[in-house]
């Protein structure tokens, strides 16, 4: 059973940084892609940041690009979502999601995720 914990969320202001982690069990990792999707009510869950689990590959949306790095460390299954000059707009549910299918594609759509984390609110104050 695989599992996706996520952590790290809460309040900054307009401007500053967080760091989300999202920490995944249950079997090997290697050939997926773990991603962060966010979400507000009302709307779709919006992708955010995607990796590969093996060699690193990073993909972004343009509205994070430059301001967000997403990274790994695959001795712990872990990837983080480091979040600078961070707006009001980025406030949202920030999920850890998991593509099988890490290797072929890059996937940015929500359905071709299998797995998905309990979600941690990040709240950015204007």
């Known amino acids: 059973q695989v599992q996706l914990v996520e952590s790290g969320g809460g309040l900054v202001p307009a401007g500053g940084s967080l760091r989300l982690s999202c920490a995944a069990s249950g079997r090997p990792f290697s050939s997926y892609a773990l991603g962060w999707f966010r979400q507000v009510p009302g709307k779709e869950r919006e992708f955010v940041a995607r990796?590969?689990?093996?060699?690193?590959?990073?993909y972004y949306a343009d509205s994070v690009k430059g301001r967000f790095t997403i990274s790994r460390e695959t001795a712990k299954n872990t990837v983080y979502l480091q979040m600078s000059s961070l707006k009001p707009e980025d406030t949202a549910v920030y999920y850890c999601?998991?593509?099988?299918?890490?290797?072929?594609?890059?996937?940015?759509?929500?359905?071709?995720?299998?797995?998905w984390g309990q979600g941690t609110q990040v709240t950015v104050s204007s």
């Open positions: 990796i590969r689990m093996s060699g690193g590959t990073t």
């Open positions: 999601a998991a593509d099988r299918d890490g290797i072929t594609r890059i996937a940015t759509m929500s359905g071709s995720y299998d797995y």
